[in-house]
């Protein structure tokens, strides 16, 4: 993926998404329930953040050979 400037945007419908910044289109989409938000009380836009922030961290892993995992065709439970 070409580098490029990324944001964070909460929509009017609730749904968090990862985007370019020149670009309309949702890289990544997060939607957390009411009761996840209830839980989270109402810190759900920070537990966002940090996910964004994580999965773009092991993307540049994966890109830089930094990271080896093996995936198999059988359904996988993650965690």
Do not use: C, W
Not at 18 to 34: C, I, K, P, Q, W
Not at 63 to 74: C, K, M, T, V, W
Request: negative net charge; aromatic residues 8%.
């Amino acid at each position: 993926m070409p580098t490029s400037f990324l944001e964070i945007v909460e929509l009017p419908d609730g749904r968090i998404v990862l985007r370019r910044g020149d670009d309309e289109e949702a890289l990544v989409t997060l939607e957390f329930s009411e009761d996840a938000k209830a839980f989270l009380l109402g810190q759900h836009i920070e537990v966002a953040k940090a996910m964004f922030n994580l999965g773009v961290q092991m993307a540049g892993s994966m890109a830089d050979g930094d990271y080896e995992h093996e995936y198999s065709d059988e359904p996988r439970v993650l965690h």
